[in-house]
């Protein structure tokens, strides 16, 4: 099955291409990856390969509801293996980070900003709670590397000569442990001050890979956690992940070929594998 996500972050970048360069969001994370699976599926087909699928999910930016409900697809236990495309440069990753996202939410005292002794600013709090976290010492792994903390949103308060009764934070954490232990750190530096709401968590998993295909370990999370039951999974895909996400988000034509070559390629390799058994 060769699979990947429709959704993408915002802002909506339009499309063009200049030079042989496809520019626009979702260029290369991960739209540009769904035309090289179908074009790879195509040529699959004509070459009288069977066997072979297209799962595209949405809400893999946020907490992967379309994986968890294809999950529980009836097709999913008849896969023997899961290609999931992200922007890996074309390359097998061996490994990917997991990912911890929360809320932290505090409560304040509203009042007037000429008298805040006769409040208590919940944006004050948050901030205090956020330099704790910022301060707090995570996890390392040989071969995932650091533990990173991206506190993506903040938002709170009505006006700015109202004390602020409200506060939140958004945060993703990529995990290179379980999430039990960094939970445990987090919770250490919020203490009381805040509430945690947990949202979703997955681990840091090792990929199979096939010879032939240079590797690499890569940094994000994707929905690989949430298809379980869809066989054996691997992950590769056009695009660089640098390039994801940003304001110049794009991918060459010649590295959307590519991708489609490479796709041609580990499909084959897998069959070839699966004679074998």
């Known amino acids: 099955m060769l699979s ?111 008298y805040p002794e006769h409040g208590r600013s919940a944006i004050d709090a948050l901030l205090d709670v956020l330099g704790d976290v910022r301060r707090a010492t995570w996890p390392t792994d040989p071969v995932f590397g650091e533990t990173t903390v991206n506190i993506g949103v903040i ?26 232990p960094v939970k445990a750190l987090l919770e250490r530096a919020v203490r009381d001050r805040a509430r945690i709401d947990y949202l979703t968590a997955a681990p840091p998993l090792r990929l199979a890979t096939v010879p032939g295909f240079e590797t690499c370990v890569v940094r994000f999370t994707t929905d690989i956690p949430h298809l379980t039951n869809w066989g054996t999974p691997l992950l590769l895909g056009p695009g660089s992940i640098l390039d994801a996400h940003s304001a110049h988000e794009r991918i060459s034509e010649a590295e959307l070929a590519a991708g489609v070559d490479a796709y041609v390629r580990l499909v084959h390799a897998l069959a070839w594998r699966k004679a074998q058994v």
């Open 155 to 180: 938002a709170g308060g009505t006006r700015p000569n109202v004390v602020a009764a409200d506060a939140h934070a958004d945060l993703q954490i990529r995990l290179v442990t379980e999430a039990t």
């Open 4 to 114: 990947t996500h429709l959704d993408t972050v915002p802002p909506h970048l339009p499309a063009r291409i200049a030079e042989g360069v496809l520019y626009g969001r979702g260029a290369c994370d991960a739209k540009g990856i769904m035309a090289a699976q179908i074009a790879a599926a195509e040529r699959l087909r004509a070459e009288g390969v069977e066997g072979i699928g297209l799962l595209f999910v949405v809400d893999e930016e946020m907490g992967s509801m379309g994986a968890r409900a294809a999950n529980a697809h009836p097709l999913a236990g008849e896969c023997r293996w899961l290609i999931d495309g992200e922007p890996t440069e074309n390359r097998l990753a061996v490994g990917s980070k997991g990912s911890l996202r929360l809320t932290l939410y505090t409560a304040g005292v509203p009042a007037h900003s000429a």
